[in-house]
């Protein structure tokens, strides 16, 4: 098996080291993983992480490094990655230490073992704010209605999924990328484990509100429900209100047309 590990990188010199030693460790007690590979893609980070990602691009011959010309999301970081990635599984996962290494072949097994085309992690004993946890669960009812999900699939983004679904995300070209709805559109062969989830421990969350309206925005335009369900009814009320919000407050108005654009990287193709 070829495995391509994709890690969006904001503002993470302090905890980036200690994550890709964490991931080496784990990979490497994996048997069945021939070669692997870790694309980290510096989303235009305030810090000194690009500089951080050169050097451990030096020093690991599995790292690839990627440096943004502008900030442009999560989402669309990995989308990044998942263009230049060359593996036969995929990883996506934070940069924060708060997705355990050590649950990754837990994950490649769901899909290698039973076949599932994308895996997903619920967390257990979950380290987050209670505002957080609050506004995870308000955004599991909202995806679960505007996308026909089940609830029990917990939309995170420490999640593994098979190469042919990488060759069907990559092509969406637009914009505004919500990257679990282009998951859901090409499979629900979907299966999910429960992973423990740790402390960060460095820095804060760059995740807000306002980022979260921005998801349901582009959930709610780019993600059309149907079949028509009775389940979905309410689904297309929250989008309608979505919209109009988006409408009023131009939510999702940008300068930047570019789904992203990279500015350099540690390695040639």
Excluded at 112 to 135: G, I
Aim: aromatic content about 12%; proline content about 4%; overall charge positive.
């Amino acid at each position: 098996m070829n495995l391509s590990i994709v890690i969006p990188v904001y503002n993470s010199e302090s905890i980036i080291v200690n994550l890709i030693e964490k991931i080496e460790i784990a990979i490497k007690k994996i048997n069945y993983v021939e070669s692997f590979e870790i694309l980290l893609i510096n989303d235009f980070s305030s810090d000194r992480s690009w500089e951080k990602i050169k050097l451990l691009s030096k020093n690991y011959n599995f790292i690839k490094g990627i440096n943004l010309s502008k900030n442009f999301g999560q989402h669309n970081a990995i989308m990044c990655g998942l263009n230049l990635c060359n593996g036969d599984y995929v990883i996506t996962m934070d940069d924060d230490l708060q997705h355990p290494p050590g649950s990754i072949n837990e994950l490649l097994s769901e899909l290698k073992n039973k076949n599932f085309d994308a895996c997903y992690t619920n967390y257990l004993n979950r380290r987050h704010p209670l505002w957080k946890k609050f506004v995870s669960w308000l955004n599991n009812i909202v995806s679960s209605h505007l996308l026909n999900k089940p609830y029990y699939i917990y939309l995170s983004s420490f999640r593994a999924f098979k190469k042919k679904i990488v060759d069907e995300i990559i092509k969406y070209k637009e914009r505004d990328v919500y990257l679990d709805g282009l998951i859901l559109k090409t499979t629900r062969n979907i299966s999910i484990v429960s992973v423990p989830h740790s402390k960060r421990p460095h820095g804060l969350s760059n995740y807000n509100f306002r980022k979260l309206l921005s998801l349901w925005s582009n959930m709610a335009v780019n993600f059309p429900a149907f079949p028509l369900r009775p389940s979905t009814l309410l689904g297309l009320f929250i989008k309608f209100i979505i919209i109009i919000f988006r409408k009023v407050t131009s939510l999702n108005k940008k300068t930047i047309k570019d789904q992203y654009i990279i500015s350099e990287k540690t390695f040639s193709g």
